[in-house]
């Protein structure tokens, strides 16, 4: 592993489109661009994302992933083995490894950093998902497009719908949905071919509308095969989690299964964090008393991973610290957002244009207040709090329907399919 840590990915050098050197609002786009392309963590394999785009929303990039390059490098990673970035039952990497992802990892080292995290490192994905793609199509051609995608409890705008004519239905209300499209079409296949072999694996996983978000960001940094085998370690490892008391409470897992379960964080979430913070009970306070609907704020801040809230650098900083330590980030980061913006939240009267203030001021902030609103979140401790009691008292119900086994043969049965696999209970 510490070889994979400190040695260079590939040789191949994508140069930056001319045209695209040549215009640019923000004044230091031109050095991104170059500082962008000169690497190479996305050039291994064909990016299922498009790399002008990923740059022109990723201002200061050079400057950012240089400090964190520079960071990095003071770190003793000569050394490191494959299994100590290895998060354990209920815990999450040594603290070593954990202080250094808080500070934000170079996209140069995120594929290696995650594929470790869960434990992927030796392991052959692409085996394991040719594996799933015969199971749940049965050994027969995938399709090259899906009429019916699960959206795990997403819902699209209807009102931008022309917008988005030229495409399927399928790939319309993704892109509806979608807070920053950034995935190319070989990146919106992948796409939706993983929620829907993710749907088909996983009955109990009703309601997620997190998952889409998530799956691209994995897709900037991982293929699609890796992708699938980071989900179901999610997967698996939050399951376990909230059916285990212990884990439950320290808020390590990654995917709620149930809308209610997200409802009942949400509530409880407010209110314990109001008697932890005099600045946000006022804030929450405020909101009530201009009745604007806070719950809806929560959940579109969380199920978006605050894309079009926080700039692009923080909203993959904050991911991959979720990655490693769970859930738990997106409440910190909640926090310390609302704290940061209490005084201007104030100053509005009215309850129609608040999302707007909110995002005028958290979409402006430079690196330095980026980094700043995500050292402030650990200063807020949910460890002990009323919050972690909540999961204590919820009963996280799965859809009636689970599977008591649902195994993953080398080839599709002709006697039992997936479906009936099932028994009510």
């Known amino acids: 592993m510490g070889q994979i840590l400190s040695s260079q990915c590939c040789d191949k050098k994508e140069e930056p489109p001319k045209s695209l050197l040549q215009v ?14 000169s690497q190479d963590w996305f050039g291994v394999d064909k990016p299922q994302f498009e790399p002008q785009k990923f740059i022109y929303i990723y201002p200061g990039y050079k400057e950012d992933q240089s400090q964190m390059e520079k960071f990095w490098s003071k ?29 934000g990892v170079p996209c140069s080292m995120a594929k290696k950093i995650i594929l470790d995290t ?66 190319n079409q070989q990146g919106m296949e992948a796409l939706i071919r993983l929620l829907w072999i993710v749907n088909n694996l996983n009955h109990f996983l009703e309601y997620n509308p997190m ?14 095969a890796q992708t699938y085998c980071v989900l179901q370690f999610m997967i698996k490892d939050s399951q376990q989690s909230l059916n285990d008391n212990q884990t439950k409470q320290q808020l390590r897992w990654h995917l709620i299964m149930n809308e209610e379960h997200f409802k009942e964080t949400a509530t409880t979430f407010y209110e314990t964090v109001s008697k932890r913070s005099k600045t946000f009970s006022n ?30 650098s923080s909203v993959l900083k904050i991911f991959i610290i979720y990655l490693n330590e769970g859930i738990k980030i997106y409440f910190r980061i909640f926090y310390s957002v609302l704290r940061y913006v209490s005084d201007d939240i104030k100053i509005n009267k009215s309850n129609s244009n608040f999302k707007a ?21 650990f200063k807020l401790s949910l460890s002990e709090s009323e919050q972690v009691k909540s999961y204590m008292r919820t009963a996280v119900s799965y859809t009636k329907n689970q599977p008591c086994y649902l195994p993953i043969p080398s080839q599709a049965s002709d006697l039992i399919t997936n479906e009936q696999a099932f028994i009510d209970i």
């Open 283 to 312: 804030v929450y306070q405020f909101m009530q008393n201009i009745r604007f609907d806070s719950f809806e704020l929560f959940q579109e801040m969380s199920i978006s991973l605050m894309l079009t809230y926080l700039p692009f």
């Open 118 to 183: 869960f434990r992927l490192t030796y392991v052959d994905c692409e085996a394991e998902y040719l594996s799933a793609l015969k199971v749940v199509f049965k050994n027969k051609q995938i399709p090259k497009t899906f009429k019916n995608v699960p959206l795990f409890g997403c819902n699209a705008d209807e009102d931008d719908d022309e917008e988005f004519n030229y495409l399927n239905e399928s790939e319309k209300k993704i892109q509806l949905i979608l807070k920053v499209q950034i995935l």
């Open 24 to 37: 640019g609002p923000m004044l230091n786009l031109n050095q991104d661009y170059q500082y962008f392309f």
């Open 75 to 103: 770190a003793d990673t000569i050394n490191l083995r494959h299994g100590e970035l290895v998060r354990q039952k209920g815990k999450v990497l040594n603290k070593k490894w954990q202080y250094l992802i808080r500070k």
């Open 357 to 377: 203030i909110l995002r005028k001021k958290l979409m402006n902030l430079n690196i330095e207040e980026q980094n700043n609103i995500i050292k402030q979140a």
């Open 211 to 224: 998952l889409l978000h998530i799956i691209v960001l994995l897709l900037i940094f991982l293929s699609e």
